[in-house]
């Protein structure tokens, strides 16, 4: 027998061995929710549940796999448990129980590259121009987020039409529809299809719900914060007769609503189940007092929200975290550089390094940087800067802008207008005699009149920006060549192939682009020779990365990750939390991203506040810092101000010999205006 009081503290052996009923844990970060959850399984197999009338719920195989282990070490007799993601026990369910409701035992699941096979086909079959359609990647999500949010496909399409053009409407709906039908045709279904029908077969076939809800005696669900309206559904029906449902999650953590997770689902839990016990975990076993101090700070008085307080495990002296003013991104990178690099030389591994941002493309700086000074790091939320498609076109237009040799730009450039593809596109190329000079018009003229009837509308688009491409040149204004290429033709080239978040997040890339060409000495040339040289160092880096490396990663792909050091770059208002955050006045889920962020630290956390932002058209304007840095008292920080380059009134010190090696000199000023601007956002 388990002596659940000695292996678990107070507050987890409370949720682990609580009486039967429904039950809300609110496990804050750090505080142990799996070790409670293995716990509870552990205490419902001894006192006499049989293990397969347990439902174990959790959100990544991963997670479902790492519980069953840690609750064989507990207690044996556990095989049995039903635990898996939301999608696996939906598919065993309907393999098992789905004829009721058409669904055959031999069902295909289709996995992503069927799914775009499949919408492929879809578009092929019912669209006259493919190439100027909506791509399969952007319908796909349309379907997704109809099947996750239990919304009509109407109605996902309408609400993305008041967003952006979308095109033919009609059109969209007949090839999503297709789409619906083929699946169908062939037996087969998609990840979303799997929860859709596994709850509509707990809503409409009477017997198999009253047999499920009869057998699984205890329903328990992990990381609740994250279910969407589906979700809490299905288990709500499950739990039903027995109202033996635990859930387990974090209300400070939920940031994922901007892909279908419910926040209401675990604030309103305890009135949706009468008699609900709420329990919360708050004893802290990852971070250090001071980083909680903060954490606490971030999240105090929010309203809506289950209070909590995250108090410390670990005892002893430890650092404040520490507070970097800078003056600009390029600062702000030579500052993370110099930090990563004084550490590692202090006895810190790059692997216990994380690098933790609110947008992938706040980090082209830092990568450039890290590459330059051979720094080994790995990303995690998504390819290198420049080995991205968007990148990748840019690069290709402004290389043709300045070496008419350039074949593989041509042909990269020339096949992103409908109608062109490798063929036509050598074609062109041989006629121009294997060079193509943007910047001459008889050339240009050359190139539109051999063109292709669907390539022509868009061709007049870029070639207006080929048109200015001398002038800039002439006037070393190498970054204006990047805002009209944009504005003329690869804006609208996006929003075509992309829904509108994710092509804004590509434009913001490319002003990050544009600001980095328009501050680097010898102009374009070395610009994309430093980019050429870089690229085939990270080629390089990537084949053989060391096991000892920093990481690079967005706060959302952080979560449910730690690391003993954390750094947090570009912690200013329009940053961190997003323009359109401030714009919505719905800070809401950014202040939970940044509580986020500040609990993956273990040891030592550090925060950069630069204090102005280049434009993509060469401008710069000052930044706030974040709103969430001005609420964090100046006690809870070492607040310190860096210099690359002095101002009048300040000093530069040298990099001394600190452990994290800061230099510069406390600063406490804060606040003044704040200025609400972003890429290409007008």
């Given at each position: 027998?388990?002596?659940?009081?000695?292996?678990?503290?107070?507050?987890?052996?409370?949720?682990?061995?609580?009486?039967?009923?429904?039950?809300?844990?609110?496990?804050?970060?750090?505080?142990?929710?799996?070790?409670?959850?293995?716990?509870?399984?552990?205490?419902?197999?001894?006192?006499?549940?049989?293990?397969?009338?347990?439902?174990?719920?959790?959100?990544?195989?991963?997670?479902?796999?790492?519980?069953?282990?840690?609750?064989?070490?507990?207690?044996?007799?556990?095989?049995?448990?039903?635990?898996?993601?939301?999608?696996?026990?939906?598919?065993?369910?309907?393999?098992?129980?789905?004829?009721?409701?058409?669904?055959?035992?031999?069902?295909?699941?289709?996995?992503?590259?069927?799914?775009?096979?499949?919408?492929?086909?879809?578009?092929?079959?019912?669209?006259?121009?493919?190439?100027?359609?909506?791509?399969?990647?952007?319908?796909?999500?349309?379907?997704?987020?109809?099947?996750?949010?239990?919304?009509?496909?109407?109605?996902?399409?309408?609400?993305?039409?008041?967003?952006?053009?979308?095109?033919?409407?009609?059109?969209?709906?007949?090839?999503?529809?297709?789409?619906?039908?083929?699946?169908?045709?062939?037996?087969?279904?998609?990840?979303?299809?799997?929860?859709?029908?596994?709850?509509?077969?707990?809503?409409?076939?009477?017997?198999?719900?009253?047999?499920?809800?009869?057998?699984?005696?205890?329903?328990?669900?992990?990381?609740?914060?994250?279910?969407?309206?589906?979700?809490?559904?299905?288990?709500?029906?499950?739990?039903?007769?027995?109202?033996?449902?635990?859930?387990?999650?974090?209300?400070?953590?939920?940031?994922?609503?901007?892909?279908?997770?419910?926040?209401?689902?675990?604030?309103?839990?305890?009135?949706?189940?009468?008699?609900?016990?709420?329990?919360?975990?708050?004893?802290?076993?990852?971070?250090?007092?001071?980083?909680?101090?903060?954490?606490?700070?971030?999240?105090?008085?929010?309203?809506?929200?289950?209070?909590?307080?995250?108090?410390?495990?670990?005892?002893?002296?430890?650092?404040?975290?520490?507070?970097?003013?800078?003056?600009?991104?390029?600062?702000?990178?030579?500052?993370?550089?110099?930090?990563?690099?004084?550490?590692?030389?202090?006895?810190?591994?790059?692997?216990?390094?994380?690098?933790?941002?609110?947008?992938?493309?706040?980090?082209?700086?830092?990568?450039?940087?890290?590459?330059?000074?051979?720094?080994?790091?790995?990303?995690?939320?998504?390819?290198?800067?420049?080995?991205?498609?968007?990148?990748?076109d840019l690069l290709a237009f402004l290389r043709l802008c300045i070496n008419p040799r350039a074949e593989m730009s041509f042909m990269r450039l020339m096949e992103l207008l409908p109608g062109v593809g490798e063929g036509t596109a050598r074609k062109y190329w041989?006629?121009?005699?294997?060079?193509?000079?943007?910047?001459?018009?008889?050339?240009?003229?050359?190139?539109?009149?051999m063109m292709c009837a669907k390539g022509k509308p868009g061709w007049s688009q870029m070639e207006s920006a080929f048109a200015a491409a001398p002038g800039h040149l002439a006037a070393r204004d190498d970054r204006r060549l990047v805002i009209d290429f944009v504005?003329?033709?690869?804006?609208?080239?996006?929003?075509?192939?992309?829904?509108?978040?994710?092509?804004?997040?590509?434009?913001?890339?490319?002003?990050?682009?544009?600001?980095?060409?328009?501050?680097?000495?010898?102009?374009?040339?070395?610009?994309?020779?430093?980019?050429?040289?870089?690229?085939?160092?990270?080629?390089?880096?990537?084949?053989?990365?060391?096991?000892?490396?920093?990481?690079?990663?967005?706060?959302?792909?952080?979560?449910?990750?730690?690391?003993?050091?954390?750094?947090?770059?570009?912690?200013?208002?329009?940053?961190?939390?997003?323009?359109?955050?401030?714009?919505?006045?719905?800070?809401?889920?950014?202040?939970?991203?940044?509580?986020?962020?500040?609990?993956?630290?273990?040891?030592?956390?550090?925060?950069?506040?630069?204090?102005?932002?280049?434009?993509?058209?060469?401008?710069?304007?000052?930044?706030?810092?974040?709103?969430?840095?001005?609420?964090?008292?100046?006690?809870?920080?070492?607040?310190?101000?860096?210099?690359?380059?002095?101002?009048?009134?300040?000093?530069?010190?040298?990099?001394?010999?600190?452990?994290?090696?800061?230099?510069?000199?406390?600063?406490?000023?804060?606040?003044?205006?704040?200025?609400?601007?972003?890429?290409?956002?007008?």
């Amino acid at each position: 027998m388990i002596d659940f009081a000695r292996v678990l503290n107070q507050e987890q052996c409370a949720a682990a061995t609580a009486a039967d009923g429904p039950m809300l844990v609110l496990a804050a970060a750090g505080t142990g929710k799996t070790r409670t959850l293995v716990h509870r399984v552990a205490y419902l197999v001894e006192k006499g549940v049989p293990s397969e009338r347990i439902l174990l719920l959790t959100f990544t195989n991963r997670a479902a796999r790492e519980m069953l282990e840690r609750a064989r070490l507990v207690v044996p007799g556990v095989d049995g448990i039903w635990s898996g993601t939301f999608h696996s026990i939906c598919n065993k369910f309907l393999r098992r129980w789905g004829l009721p409701i058409g669904v055959k035992p031999g069902f295909t699941i289709l996995d992503e590259d069927d799914q775009k096979k499949l919408m492929g086909q879809c578009i092929k079959e019912n669209v006259k121009d493919v190439k100027d359609f909506q791509k399969k990647e952007f319908l796909l999500k349309l379907v997704s987020d109809a099947a996750n949010g239990g919304e009509s496909l109407e109605r996902v399409v309408g609400r993305y039409q008041t967003k952006t053009a979308l095109g033919d409407v009609s059109l969209i709906l007949q090839v999503c529809r297709a789409y619906a039908q083929r699946k169908a045709d062939l037996g087969a279904m998609d990840f979303d299809d799997l929860l859709v029908n596994g709850l509509r077969l707990l809503r409409e076939s009477d017997r198999t719900r009253e047999f499920l809800q009869e057998h699984f005696m205890h329903v328990l669900v992990d990381e609740y914060q994250d279910t969407n309206g589906l979700q809490a559904e299905f288990t709500d029906l499950l739990a039903a007769k027995h109202r033996n449902i635990m859930v387990v999650g974090d209300d400070f953590q939920c940031i994922y609503t901007w892909r279908g997770a419910k926040f209401e689902n675990i604030r309103e839990f305890p009135r949706r189940w009468p008699g609900c016990k709420v329990l919360k975990l708050e004893r802290n076993y990852r971070s250090v007092a001071p980083i909680l101090d903060v954490a606490n700070t971030v999240m105090k008085d929010v309203p809506h929200e289950f209070e909590k307080t995250l108090r410390p495990f670990r005892t002893g002296g430890a650092p404040k975290p520490r507070l970097y003013n800078v003056w600009d991104g390029r600062a702000q990178a030579e500052a993370v550089v110099k930090l990563v690099t004084a550490l590692r030389e202090n006895g810190v591994p790059y692997d216990d390094i994380a690098i933790l941002y609110r947008s992938h493309y706040t980090s082209i700086e830092i990568q450039m940087a890290l590459t330059r000074n051979r720094v080994p790091f790995q990303i995690t939320s998504g390819v290198g800067v420049f080995e991205q498609m968007h990148v990748k076109d840019l690069l290709a237009f402004l290389r043709l802008c300045i070496n008419p040799r350039a074949e593989m730009s041509f042909m990269r450039l020339m096949e992103l207008l409908p109608g062109v593809g490798e063929g036509t596109a050598r074609k062109y190329w041989k006629a121009l005699g294997g060079s193509f000079d943007g910047t001459n018009p008889m050339e240009r003229m050359q190139l539109g009149e051999m063109m292709c009837a669907k390539g022509k509308p868009g061709w007049s688009q870029m070639e207006s920006a080929f048109a200015a491409a001398p002038g800039h040149l002439a006037a070393r204004d190498d970054r204006r060549l990047v805002i009209d290429f944009v504005e003329s033709f690869y804006s609208a080239h996006l929003h075509r192939q992309f829904e509108p978040d994710e092509a804004g997040q590509r434009l913001d890339d490319l002003g990050e682009i544009a600001a980095q060409i328009a501050s680097t000495q010898g102009g374009l040339g070395a610009f994309l020779d430093e980019v050429a040289l870089m690229t085939n160092l990270d080629a390089r880096a990537r084949a053989s990365l060391p096991a000892d490396h920093a990481h690079l990663t967005t706060v959302h792909q952080a979560k449910g990750m730690e690391w003993p050091v954390v750094i947090l770059p570009w912690l200013v208002d329009t940053v961190f939390p997003s323009a359109r955050s401030i714009e919505d006045g719905n800070l809401a889920e950014e202040r939970r991203l940044f509580y986020v962020a500040v609990t993956r630290a273990k040891d030592r956390l550090y925060i950069c506040v630069p204090r102005s932002k280049k434009t993509a058209d060469g401008g710069q304007y000052p930044v706030e810092p974040s709103v969430f840095v001005r609420e964090i008292p100046k006690e809870l920080v070492e607040e310190q101000t860096l210099y690359s380059a002095p101002e009048p009134s300040y000093s530069r010190r040298r990099w001394d010999d600190e452990e994290d090696g800061a230099w510069g000199r406390a600063s406490s000023r804060r606040g003044g205006s704040t200025a609400y601007k972003t890429h290409w956002r007008r």
